[in-house]
C-alpha cells in the first residue's frame, strides 16, 4: 500500500499487517494490538501528539476511566482505554486523502469478513457436513472455544455497508472480487446459522444508499438505476419464490426449509418481540441501578441489546451520559462529511453504506462488552473521516 502511515515504508507496512490483525482479531486479542500501533505512529511523528479534536479525545479517555472505575472488574473493563488509542490511530493518516481512507476501510472490512470466514471453516472441520448446517454450538478460529452467533455477525459489518459502493462503483475489479467472495462467502455462513439481521441490514444499506445518491447526490444514471431495480426484483423475486414454496408446503418444503435456523428465523418474523420486553423492562430498572454492577442485565435474565443501555448497566449512568456525549460527535461529524460537497461523491456513497451500518448495530447489539472490535473500528474510522473533513473545510 501507499504510504498511508508513514514514508517510512517499513514502519507504514507494519501498521498495516497489524491493522490486519486487529480486524481478524489474530488469537481473539486483536483489541490489543492497538497499543503497538499508537506506539509505532508516536515514534514516526518524532514524539509529536496530534488528534483531530482534543475534546473529543479528552470524552474518550473520560468515559475508559469512568468504566473502569464503574464496572465490575473482568476483562473488559480495560477495553475502555483502547477506545482513545482507536481514536488516535485515525487521526494520525499521513497526508489524508480519501483513496487512503478508502483503502484503511477495505483492509479493515476485509480482515474481519476473514475473521468470519475462519469461523466457518474451523466449524466445517469440527463439526463435519451435517453439523456444519445444524449445529447450534459455534465455535472462533483463534480459540477454539465457543462462540455467539452475535459475535461472529458483527464482524461482517463493516465489509456490508462496502458491498453497495463495491458493485456500482468500485473500479478495481481484483478489490472487487476479493471483497465480494468474501462477503459472499461469510453471509452463506451467517445465514446457515441463522442470522437474520445481517440480511435486513444489507437490504437496509442497499435502500439508504441508493436513496442518498440518487435523490440527495444527483447522480441519477440510466446504468444506476437498472441495475439497481434488477437486484432489488430478482431479491423480491427470490424471497416471494421461497415464502410460496414454504407457505404452501410445495413438495413436502416446510419440512425440508424448517430444518435450517435461518428459516426458523424469518418464520417467526423478522424483529424478536423478546428485544422490546427487554428495553422496556431495562427502562423501567435504570433508576433503581445508577452505578452499573449489571443488575439489570441480571434481574432480565439476559443482556440488553443495545449499547448504550449496555454500557449503563455495565458502569452506571456517568460512564453512559459519557458515551452519548462522544455518540453525538460521531453523529455530528458523520453528518458533516456526508454535506461536504468538497468531498467526491464517490466517496460519500461509500461512507454512507459504513456508517449506516455503525449506527443500526449500535441500536441492535451491546457492542462494547459483546463485541468490542467492531466498536475500535469504528472509532478509527471516525477519526479517518474526520481528519478529511477537517482538511476540506
Known sequence: MDNIWSENKYINLCINILLFLTGINFLHYGQLILPVICFLLFVDRKMKFYVNSPLTFVVLCLFAVSFYYFSVKD??????FTLPMAYYIGCNIHEVNEEKIRKVIYLLAISMGLHVVLNAIIEAILHGHHGFFFSSTHYDFWTREKISNTATAINIDILLGCVYYLIFHEKNKVLKIIDLVTFVLAMFYLMVIGRRTPVMMTFIVFVVSFVYETIYLKN?????RTAFIRIFV????FVALIVTIYTLNIFGAKDVLNGYRIIGKFSKGFINDQRFELYFGSFKLMPQYLWGGQHISKILGEQVHDFWIDIYDYAGIVTCAIMIV??????RDSVKILKNDKIGKDFRILLIGVLTCIVLQMFLEPVMTGASLFLLVSIIIHGLFERLNLDEQ
Open 75 to 80: 476483562f473488559y473493563c480495560v477495553m475502555g
Open 234 to 237: 430478482s431479491v423480491i423475486v
Open 220 to 224: 441519477t444514471s440510466a446504468k444506476l
Open 326 to 331: 462522544y455518540s453525538l460527535t460521531f453523529l
